[in-house]
């Protein structure tokens, strides 16, 4: 981990998970890349001003306090900080400046009312999870940093998250972290694919790492999830966000959002959209072998 990007708007949310991102990167010795992103349009309009009147003071203002927090952070954590503030669309912007700055990963605050900044944006977590090139860790507002020796990925057992396993581990490496591979599954969820050719090859394909599998059947699968991470004392719970048929994109997305707003861990979501369609058929190539 070289580079960890953490949008703020200055509220209390956005500044918990900056401490959290701290921690990651007093770690990792990983830099902090501290966003603060501008829709001066949305301002103006909600202020009932134009544009040019709003927007060099707006600006100033923004940059002047993200340059003191930047440097409240150098100062107690004696890390590489650097500030940015722009403006536009803060899922374009961040994506932006994760490519252009080759950023590892996004930590940011997951949910919870964080003033007028935060309804003048309209942003919210789950959205821009969807929409994020890289992996993304969402901190809930009681989330504090206690190490990271635990992680529950919930594999929902399709085939393209192989992929998605090993940015997991990747992610894990620095933490010498278990990642404990938890396939939860209600009585009425359609299995689309056979599991045990799956787990045979998550077995052979990543026989080095530091994983377990684990299967059960539940009822409610972001409950059983839930109570799975309370019971094993997990740090963070990890899953996949890609695209999927229409049917199971609904029942993913209905899933990914009572998780998101349910948890009380860190809740880190590994994107496979923007990963090409090379690295699928590879993996469907795989997987043959293994059949």
Known sequence: MKTILVPTDFSSIA????AYAVALASVTRAKILLVHVVDLPAIATAYEVSLPAISL??????????????????????????????TGKLVAQVNHLVQVHGVDFVVMGSH????????????????YMN??????????????????????????LDS???????RLFQWAAPFQAQVAIF??????????????????????????????????????????????????QMDVVAISTHERIFLEQLLHTSVTKELLF???LPLLAIQ????????????????????
């Open 131 to 156: 929409h994020a090139h890289c992996p993304v860790l969402l901190v809930p507002p009681t989330a504090t940093f206690k190490g990271i020796n635990h992680i529950a990925f919930a594999y929902d």
């Open 57 to 86: 003071q707006v600006l100033a203002d923004a940059e002047k306090e993200l340059e003191t927090l930047a440097a409240t952070v150098r100062t107690n954590a004696t890390l590489e900080v650097e500030g940015i503030c722009t």
């Open 183 to 232: 396939n939860c599954l209600s009585e009425h969820q359609l299995n689309l694919v056979p599991d045990q050719p799956l787990l045979q090859y998550i077995t052979q394909h990543f026989a080095q790492e530091n994983f377990c599998l684990v299967q059960r059947k539940e009822d409610h699968v972001v409950q059983g999830i839930l109570d799975f991470a309370q019971e094993n």
């Open 160 to 166: 393209e998250s192989t992929f998605v396993l090993e």
């Open 272 to 291: 496979e959209k923007p990963y090409s369609e090379t690295l699928k058929q590879r993996s469907a190539a795989l997987l043959l072998e293994v059949v």
């Open 262 to 264: 349910k948890t009380n």
């Open 112 to 127: 919870g009312q964080s003033g007028l900044l935060d309804r003048i944006f309209g942003t919210n977590a789950l959205a």
């Open 15 to 18: 500044t918990n998970a900056l």
